[in-house]
């Protein structure tokens, strides 16, 4: 077995490998970049080498000075984790050369799973099902709406060496296609240097399954069942699960079993994930392999109970797989959440930033899988992810009740995030049947996030929770009698209140029900749990005082505390009038300035594209919110922006 290893990797998976290595007792070496000097993985691992400045193309991405970080470090082996250089052919190759192994399958695989165009000609040659599509790289627009036309709108621009989202667009016309094909283009170069795109037909409200497989050296290759990641947005997956809601056995065994197929046509071996769209008739066709460890790999290791980075180790150690596919079987129900520094209301605009408060929740059955640490800084060079949450539970049901209160306890501050999002998410009723597609978002949330509507027993509890925590706020600050009516004003509407003790509760009397509060909640915690009565409920605080921000189960409240006089006084307030319209274009977020659509005395229209902003390796298409005419461009093609930096500005 390997005495000390090196990951090439940042944040979250980095951390996680260590984790593993650490238990079987081999030492690590991390890389870091000049942002990520003070990263949590740098300060886990036993050593730490610097590969240089903060863009992944002149560090994570270089192999010549991972190999060097081998040569300094000692390092007998690498574990690539997930993106940067980990579906790379030229890694395992530069490795070898140097006389250290590579964690992972061999270049071959890799080389042959990862130009996405040859990958389904060997699909289809194992006996596998593809996507009806073009066989070869589309060379322009013009020749991709022809092929459009051909198999029928709407299709998918995929990025030929690409993964992970980037580099794909949907079509349902000759203008998105075009628009798509520009934007697919660029967004490819930039994230893998290879812009080449290639095209197939676009299977609307399709599920996406994957298997997870595992091979050794000896040619024994296994499945691990699937993980349903049919919930994504832009091509990226928001929650996966595992096993899928939707499959039988029969199907299960028989995706498995193609999967399988595929990764011995290959000569795979270590871990990799062969996935396929599924139709309403659980039809399924490959769609890609991904030669690496998936950022998903958590829930089925819940419900495997196998560790796949310590599978991987083994392998690259030249160790067969100690058990076959008899062996292996599921137990129980996992879910897994993305957690991002995004702001959902905001069209998920990125939000880097420093982590002023970052609490993880901890319970039986929870499992947290971060890269970050309360005060370190989310960088916009690189993955906007904080960490995965996910739970089990011995059937779907529990699984996600466990998830969902999980969610309510994890505590973020600085940066925006997709925490509510993702709570809304559980709550919906398609989700809770299990009725999922790769449209579910767009279908669920069509015109954007917008937050919940809380029911009527949700907001008594949020105004019993803001009036407990009043409560003990006047109890603690010993300032003479206390009152037992209030007004507690929660978002513009006000309830009277009263509140009175009973030994260790609160009783909380609103117009129509009466709520018991039981809680060890003290002043300045930013997580109040209780039970409500009798059954638990958590919710994130801030404010203090007279008024509270709480959120739970994708809601926000804003209560605020009042005796009745001053409530009578704030009700008689005006709300002051609107703020006239910006005349300004502003970057919403830091990032690198990719282009502009349009020149000083255009006439716009609303929706008219004017900029894309590249941040978090994504290109973000800012487009005109109403018609005007731009008088002048602040910024040119290739600028660094800030955040709110102006970019252009209209009459």
Known sequence: MFKKILIANRGEIACRVMRTARRMGIATVAVYSEADVEALHVREADEAVAIGPAPSAQSYLDIEKIVAACRQSGAEAVHPGYGFLSENEDLPIALEA??????????????????????????????????????EAVASAEEAAGIAKRIGYPVMLKAAAGGGGKGMRVASDDAQLKEGFRLASSEAKSAFGDGRLFLEKYIEEPRHIEIQVLGDTRGN????????????????????????????????????????????????????????????????????????????HPVTEMVTGLDLVEQMIRVAAGEPLPFSQKDLALKGHAIEARIY??????????????????????????????????????????????????????????ATERLAAALDGFNIVGVSNNLDFLSAILRRKTFIQGKLSTAFI??????????????????????????????????????????????????????????????????????????????????????????????????????????????????????????????????????????????????????????????????????????????????????????????????????????????????
């Open 341 to 398: 520094a995004e702001d959902p209301r905001r069209n998920f605009l990125p939000s880097p930033g420093r982590l002023i408060r970052y609490a993880a929740p901890q319970g039986e059955d929870i499992r947290v899988d971060g890269g970050v640490y309360e005060g370190a800084e989310i960088s916009p060079y690189y993955d906007p992810m904080i960490a995965k949450l996910a739970a089990w539970g011995e059937n779907r049901k529990i």
């Open 442 to 651: 767009a279908q669920e949330f069509p015109g954007g996030f917008k937050g919940v509507d809380p029911s009527p027993n949700e907001i008594g509890e949020a105004i019993a929770a803001a009036s407990a925590m009043h409560r003990i706020e006047l109890e603690n600050s010993a300032r003479g009698e206390i009152p037992e009516s209030w007004i507690t004003n929660l978002d513009g509407k006000a309830h009277a209140v009263t509140i009175v003790r009973d030994g260790a509760k609160l009783a909380v009397s609103l117009a129509k029900k009466r709520h018991e509060v039981a809680t060890t909640w003290l002043p300045g915690q930013d997580l109040f749990r209780a039970e409500i009565d009798g059954v638990k409920a958590s919710f994130r605080v801030s404010g203090i005082g007279l008024v509270y921000r709480l959120a739970r189960g994708g809601v926000n409240y804003t209560a605020q505390i009042l005796l009745p006089r001053a409530a009578e006084l704030m009700a008689r307030m005006r709300p002051k009038p609107e703020s006239t319209r910006s005349r300004h274009l502003i970057s919403p977020m830091p990032g690198l300035l990719v282009s502009l659509a349009v020149r000083a005395g255009q006439d716009v229209k609303a929706g008219e594209e004017l900029a894309v902003v590249e941040a978090m390796k994504m290109e973000n298409v800012l487009r005109a919110e109403r018609d005007g005419t731009v008088t002048k461009l602040c910024v040119k093609p290739g600028d660094s922006l800030a955040a709110d930096q102006v970019i252009l500005e209209f009459a």
């Open 221 to 296: 290759v296994v499945h691990l069942f699937e993980r349903e990641c049919s919930i994504q947005r832009r091509h990226q997956k928001v929650i996966e699960e595992a096993p899928s809601p939707f499959l039988d056995a029969k199907t299960r065994q028989e995706m498995g079993e193609a999967a399988v197929k595929l990764a011995k046509a290959v000569g795979y071996f270590s871990a990799g994930t062969v996935e396929f769209i599924v139709d309403d008739k659980k039809n399924f066709y490959f769609l890609e392999m991904n030669t690496r460890i998936q950022v998903e």
């Open 98 to 135: 140097a006389g250290v192994v590579f964690i992972g399958p061999p270049a071959k695989a890799i080389a042959a799973m990862g130009d996405k165009i040859e990958a389904k000609k060997l699909a289809v040659s194992a006996g596998v099902a593809t996507v009806p599509g073009h066989p």
